[in-house]
T-cell receptor
Framework: DTEVTQTPKHLVMGMTNKKSLKCEQHMGHRAMYWYKQKAKKPPELMFVYSYEKLSINESVPSRFSPECPNSSLLNLHLHALQPEDSALYLC??????????????FGPGTRLTVL | QQQVKQSPQSLIVQKGGIPIINCAYENTAFDYFPWYQQFPGKGPALLIAIRPDVSEKKEGRFTISFNKSAKQFSLHIMDSQPGDSATYFCAASMYGNKLVFGAGTILRVKS
């Protein structure tokens, strides 16, 4: 089973709202990733957690706050977003900790619209 | 040096045709080259991947050709079907570093 699940599928929020995206995998993977994808563009890496510790932050604005409560779960907390943050947010996981060239498995994404 | 250049940007083929998507890289430290397929509104799904110690890999109708000396790799889709219409991304990575994606190719297979 190579499934990464994400909730919600769609999210509409105002610029003053606080919301969270959730990602879950039960493959025993030790690295989890958040990507942002705009239309007709490749995914852009935002954060990497390796063995439940934040190992990479690609200079993402602080209005995005990641959290890894345990090895199976990854959250992305959103606060005071801008309309330009509207995008497909993808979660991915890979077997070993970040740095190993293991396959990354992507979830279906959360389509976020910021009004 | 961290870039992966992908071409063409878009491609239209007839059903049964063999679309070919090409990627080129500069950094010889890359040692893992996956291809992802993405349908609208869905996450990318791993299609096939190759490491530089082999020159070709086949999985079903999908084949990767890898030319280490030219620093190029390509995806061939045999007997293409309308259901193959999607966006295809090549990517590359190396130990200790993130996955670098190509810009993507939008493939349309006409029935």
């Amino acid at each position: 089973d190579t499934e990464v699940t994400q909730t919600p599928k769609h999210l509409v929020m105002g610029m003053t709202n606080k919301k969270s995206l959730k990602c879950e995998q039960h493959m025993g993977h030790r690295a989890m990733y958040w990507y942002k994808q705009k239309a007709k563009k490749p995914p852009e890496l935002m954060f990497v957690y390796s063995y439940e510790k934040l190992s990479i932050n690609e200079s993402v604005p602080s209005r995005f706050s990641p959290e890894c409560p345990n090895s199976s779960l990854l959250n992305l907390h959103l606060h005071a977003l801008q309309p330009e943050d509207s995008a497909l947010y993808l979660c991915a996981s890979s077997r070993s900790g970040h740095g190993n060239t293991d396959t990354q498995y992507f979830g279906p994404g959360t389509r976020l619209t910021v009004l | 040096q961290q870039q992966v250049k992908q071409s063409p940007q878009s491609l239209i083929v007839q059903k049964g045709g063999i679309p070919i998507i090409n990627c080129a890289y500069e950094n010889t430290a890359f040692d893992y080259f996956p291809w992802y397929q993405q349908f609208p509104g869905k996450g990318p799904a791993l299609l096939i991947a190759i490491r530089p110690d082999v020159s070709e890999k086949k999985e079903g109708r999908f084949t990767i050709s890898f030319n280490k000396s030219a620093k190029q790799f390509s995806l061939h889709i045999m007997d293409s079907q309308p259901g193959d219409s999607a966006t295809y991304f090549c990517a590359a990575s190396m130990y200790g570093n993130k996955l670098v994606f190509g810009a993507g190719t939008i493939l349309r297979v006409k029935s």
